[in-house]
């Protein structure tokens, strides 16, 4: 035995030295490796003194090192192949890129030769085959230092490229705002917003509803009106519009949007007219008054929100309205729009933006990006009927009513009690669910409540609507089964801090996910 452990260690001695004179230099370590004659010269020097069992087990030696020599071998051959095989992918994308750029310039060849068909066949088209632009131009006015392929900038012909802009220019010219002496309160405008909505359009909401409709418009720009369908979501709507005097315009969303085109207009390159929809028009009107005008963004989430709607998102979060500008065009013209600065629209401050949801399988779910810049409202309750007194619809300042919201955020200020609950039930959500909701949230809410306290409702009965529907709604993206152990414990602290039962809106939210999970 003492003879084969004698071979066995320089055997292995010899393999393995290998693999340490690869870790030396590569080339010095291989031919060590696979060094055969001396393998077998090891072989010839011990065989005499082997016994049978000696024998085996030096087959076994062999076997193990030509099992391992075999394996490299095919790991080589392996990444060989793959090497190969990624050379002629990148070559073979070379020379498709090559194909391409082949076409392209087949493409440019074949276009410049059907204009100069055309420009032969119809000169009174005006069609310049050089890409100089429209009309005829003589050789010597062509810039011969101007790159080939830059695009002309569109010539201002004198006339006007957005029609219904101009006629709304025109039908404003004279036009002097109006001081409506308005002197109402934030009760009587509610009282007289329900009782208007019930007798002229026989649509009947609750004093709440009406409440938390005004405090949505006084702490935010775009109000989601979402519930099952047929509650009145569009209702309730159209019936604000008509209550101060101006028809909401309603943009009915599409699944084809993908970005503010869809909603402001596109201009045509080939017209030079700007195609304009009703959104932008409705817009351009309010610009011009005083008064109260409403968007109404039907079934939003027909697409995504956020594309289409994108900019106007972050315009509506800027602090001061005079930021808030959106460019509709390049460059401007001189016969432009007279309210349209450098191509660029001044968002008027007195229009909302109100959208209708519908959560089922054609429609996109709404991000919290776009809930967490807007206030959401359920409308779920069936309307009850009940004897509304004769109302008409008012003549309404949207300055008076600007200034009514922020006297009831300065007179009916969030008390420091409430403050201090809402912090510690934030420390408490981030403890023991992960989610916080930060300083945009808050500044809403101290815009919401004080409205609603204002309209007659009560503060804490505003704040339990307003976290269930901006903050403990983000706990539909949680993970169940693993919150539901946290939500009696929660239901405790809120019955703790707020008033047994006082937090109605978020125990029953709470409740629903736990029958959920």
């Known amino acids: 035995m003492d003879t084969y452990l004698r071979f066995l260690y320089e055997f292995l001695e010899q393999f393995f030295s290998g693999f340490k004179d690869m870790l030396g230099g590569f080339f010095t370590g291989i031919p060590k490796i696979f060094n055969i004659p001396v393998y077998k010269a090891l072989i010839d020097h011990y065989k005499k003194d082997f016994s049978i069992s000696e024998w085996v087990l030096v087959g076994l030696a062999i076997t193990a090192v030509v099992s391992v020599?075999?394996?490299?071998?095919?790991?080589?051959?392996?990444?060989?192949?793959?090497?190969?095989?990624?050379?002629?992918?990148?070559?073979?994308?070379?020379e498709l890129l090559k194909e391409i750029d082949s076409?392209?310039?087949?493409?440019?060849?074949?276009v410049d030769e059907k204009l100069k068909i055309l420009d032969?066949?119809?000169?009174?088209?005006?069609?310049?085959?050089?890409?100089?632009?429209?009309?005829?131009?003589?050789?010597?006015?062509?810039d011969e230092s101007s790159d080939e392929s830059q695009e002309d900038e569109p010539v201002d012909t004198g006339e006007s490229r957005f029609s219904k802009l101009t006629m709304v220019d025109e039908e404003y010219a004279n036009y002097k705002q109006k001081d409506y002496k308005n002197?109402?309160?934030?009760?009587?405008?509610?009282?007289?917003?329900?009782?208007?909505?019930?007798?002229?359009?026989?649509?009947?909401?609750?004093?709440?509803?009406?409440?938390?409709?005004?405090?949505?418009?006084?702490?935010?720009?775009?109000?989601?009106?979402?519930?099952?369908?047929?509650?009145?979501?569009?209702?309730?709507?159209?019936a604000w519009g008509k209550f101060v005097k101006h028809p909401s315009c309603v943009a009915s969303v599409q699944p084809s949007w993908r970005d503010r085109t869809d909603i402001f207009g596109y201009l045509n390159e080939f017209t030079k007219k700007f195609n304009e929809t009703d959104f932008l028009s409705y817009l351009y009107t309010a610009g011009y008054t005083d008064e109260?005008?409403?968007?109404?963004?039907?079934?939003m989430n027909l697409a995504r929100v956020e594309y289409y709607f994108a900019e106007m998102l972050s315009i509506l979060e800027m602090h001061d309205t005079k930021e808030w500008k959106i460019e509709i065009v390049q460059s401007s013209w001189k016969s432009d729009p007279k309210k349209l600065i450098k191509g660029k629209l001044q968002i008027p401050p007195n229009a909302w933006y109100i959208g209708t949801i519908n959560n089922d399988d054609s429609t996109f779910m709404v991000t919290d990006k776009v809930y967490d810049r807007a206030m959401p409202i359920d409308i779920n309750e069936k309307g009850v009927p009940f004897d509304p007194e004769p109302c008409e619809a008012w003549d309404i300042n949207y300055s008076y009513l600007d200034n009514l919201f922020?006297?009831?955020?300065?007179?009916?200020?969030?008390?420091?009690?409430?403050?201090?609950?809402?912090?510690?039930?934030?420390?408490y959500t981030i403890q023991h669910f992960r989610v916080a909701f930060g300083n945009r949230i808050v500044k809403h809410m101290k815009k919401f409540v004080p409205v609603y306290v204002a309209c007659g409702g009560d503060e804490t009965e505003a704040v339990d609507y307003f976290m269930a529907k901006k903050v403990l709604r983000k706990f539909e993206g949680l993970n169940l089964a693993l919150i539901r152990d946290e939500i009696d414990g929660y239901i405790k602290f809120l019955d703790d801090h707020f008033g047994k039962g006082r937090m109605a809106e978020c125990i029953e939210f709470l409740l629903r996910l736990k029958k959920m999970s």
């Open 69 to 94: 020599i075999a394996i490299v071998v095919i790991l080589i051959v392996l990444f060989l192949k793959k090497h190969a095989k990624w050379r002629k992918k990148i070559l073979d994308q070379e």
């Open 103 to 110: 076409l392209n310039k087949q493409v440019e060849t074949l």
């Open 120 to 142: 032969m066949k119809n000169p009174e088209l005006g069609l310049n085959t050089e890409g100089v632009g429209i009309g005829d131009y003589s050789s010597s006015s062509i």
């Open 183 to 238: 002197s109402f309160t934030l009760p009587e405008f509610c009282h007289q917003f329900r009782h208007f909505a019930a007798h002229s359009l026989k649509l009947y909401y609750s004093e709440k509803m009406i409440r938390l409709f005004v405090s949505a418009i006084a702490s935010t720009k775009l109000v989601i009106l979402q519930g099952i369908s047929g509650t009145g979501k569009t209702s309730i709507s159209l």
């Open 292 to 299: 109260i005008y409403t968007v109404i963004l039907d079934e």
């Open 406 to 427: 922020n006297q009831a955020m300065e007179e009916h200020a969030m008390s420091q009690e409430i403050l201090d609950n809402i912090e510690k039930m934030d420390d």
